[in-house]
């Protein structure tokens, strides 16, 4: 018999969507509740050929224990902190599910994502082009569940009053699919998103299709490019918030003094990845400088090199090297060739960690002029310095947001004011000719990253956060990866 259920008011134009398509695309994950493995599915299908009834299907203890990652692209050779923390994790015996919103943008990858074992399935990335299957798998959740739908669509229509954004639309209906298409058989129990924008508006929604529990992390741009209604609006919904400097936690804080907790847990490195020579190296010219950045405005590379430009008068040999690329790529270029300095000066794109690693170890100074764009975004801790430091070379960076939490100006680094290349450049020189300087912050700031910033000891905070919410260890995993990807 055909179990009744209660509808909106708009479920009459589903059902006649619905009947127009095909039955053959009415596969495993059509009707299915979120969470329930494939042959638990098929059985229940059996007995519910036209929906599930809404009450819960229990799952064993084992079934409950998987996370899901909402990411917003994946892999990201710039977000190797993302990849870092769920290998971590399958080290530690979780087991994930990731979701990405966009395809990997890079022909290539650092070897850490090699090593993870977790399932990825990618979301529609744009929406008029897919459209149709959005709508499809949208359509057959509002069918199969009214009342929760109803929930995420007024809450839709709040936040998209708040900004106009046609991307609010296309979050409900990304999390839509994710919900019906994706979910169904990965048992996952708790869903947690990078950034503070899509990626948690996806498992906001998610999390009112479903009823289960999400958190997020929040990093940089997403907190403060974000409109701060609906950013107060996530964290109020969240079962926790993560995020990757106390600079960052005091003003999330604030926006919700009485919301749930936020906790700071920096993004460390791998310190044994990232371990430079024990030996003192006494620099001589040509020096070498080096920056790693994306080309954009928050990263302060036109100070930089201005400063440049400024110990090339002074007489100083130099040879400067420029990893990453980014949407400010040809601006950048130019100044380097108004300023003269492309003679010197090695622009080399984005590189993968073995490159890198080669540039560090024969840089005599890393240079970074981070600044808070006219947008409002900024750096938090540009985990560059951390990998700098570690390997044994003096870093020079600016007092903005979160730095400071890092480097300790004259004790395991030197800072300026940032948008200042003269004082920059005073600074670059003492730190490439006082040998008594380097030989002090040197060693200290090695032991500050290794002390403060191993990675693999910061991951047991995230660890007991994520246990917290009941999501618990399954095995110890293999540290080879499948090649395996739903779409």
């Not at 990997?104 to 650092?110: I, M």
């Not at 839709?156 to 009053?161: C, E, T, V």
């Not at 926006?255 to 620099?283: K, R």
Request: charged share 25%; glycine share 6%.
């Amino acid at each position: 018999m055909r179990r009744k259920t209660k509808s909106l008011p708009i479920d009459h134009h589903v059902s006649k969507i619905l009947d127009s398509l095909p039955r053959a695309l009415h596969h495993d994950y059509v009707f299915a509740y979120h969470g329930v493995p494939v042959k638990k599915m098929r059985t229940a299908r059996k007995c519910y050929p036209f929906g599930y009834p809404r009450g819960k299907i229990e799952l064993s203890e084992s079934e409950k224990t998987k996370l899901g990652y909402i990411l917003k692209g994946y892999p990201r050779i710039s977000e190797t902190f993302i990849s870092n923390e769920i290998h971590l994790l399958e080290e530690l015996g979780f087991s994930l599910h990731l979701f990405s919103m966009r395809n990997p943008r890079e022909s290539f990858t650092h070897q850490s994502v090699k090593r993870i074992a977790a399932q990825v399935s990618y979301l529609p990335e744009t929406l008029l082009r897919h459209l149709p299957r959005l709508l499809y798998y949208n359509a057959m959740l509002v069918k199969a569940r009214p009342e929760a739908y109803g929930q995420a669509l007024r809450l839709m229509f709040s936040r998209f009053r708040r900004t106009r954004k046609v991307a609010t639309i296309k979050h409900l209906l990304q999390a839509g699919y994710l919900v019906q298409a994706l979910l169904p058989g990965t048992a996952v129990r708790h869903l947690h998103a990078h950034f503070a924008h899509s990626p948690s508006s996806v498992a906001l929604f998610a999390s009112y299709l479903t009823g289960l529990p999400f958190s997020f992390t929040a990093h940089a741009k997403d907190i403060y490019i974000s409109d701060a209604r609906q950013l107060r609006e996530k964290i109020g919904k969240a079962k926790f918030v993560v995020t990757c400097n106390g600079y960052n936690r005091s003003f999330l804080k604030g926006l919700t003094p009485d919301g749930p907790p936020i906790h700071c847990i920096y993004h460390g490195i791998d310190t044994e990845l990232f371990s430079g020579p024990s030996q003192y190296h006494e620099p001589s010219p040509p020096y070498r400088i080096l920056s790693i950045a994306r080309l954009v405005e928050k990263k302060g590379l036109p100070t930089v090199f201005h400063a440049i430009r400024h110990l090339l008068d002074q007489g100083f040999s130099l040879r400067y090297t420029l990893i990453g690329d980014g949407e400010d790529r040809r601006p950048l270029l130019d100044l380097i060739d108004r300023l003269s300095l492309s003679e010197m000066c090695d622009w080399l794109g984005t590189q993968p960690h073995e490159e890198v690693l080669q540039h560090y170890k024969t840089a005599d100074l890393f240079v970074l002029g981070c600044e808070i764009a006219k947008n409002g975004d900024r750096d938090g801790i540009p985990n560059v310095l951390l990998e700098s430091m570690a390997m044994g070379v003096p870093v020079l960076a600016t007092r903005v947001s979160a730095i400071p939490e890092l480097v300790e100006d004259g004790r395991c680094g030197v800072l300026v004011p940032p948008g200042q290349p003269v004082a920059m450049a005073k600074a670059m020189a003492r730190l490439l000719v006082d040998n008594h300087l380097r030989r002090r912050i040197i060693p200290a700031a090695r032991r500050r990253v290794r002390r403060n910033f191993d990675n693999r000891e910061l991951i047991l905070r995230l660890a007991d956060l994520f246990e917290s919410v009941g999501i618990n260890r399954v095995s110890m995993l293999p540290r080879t990866t499948p090649e395996r990807a739903q779409r």
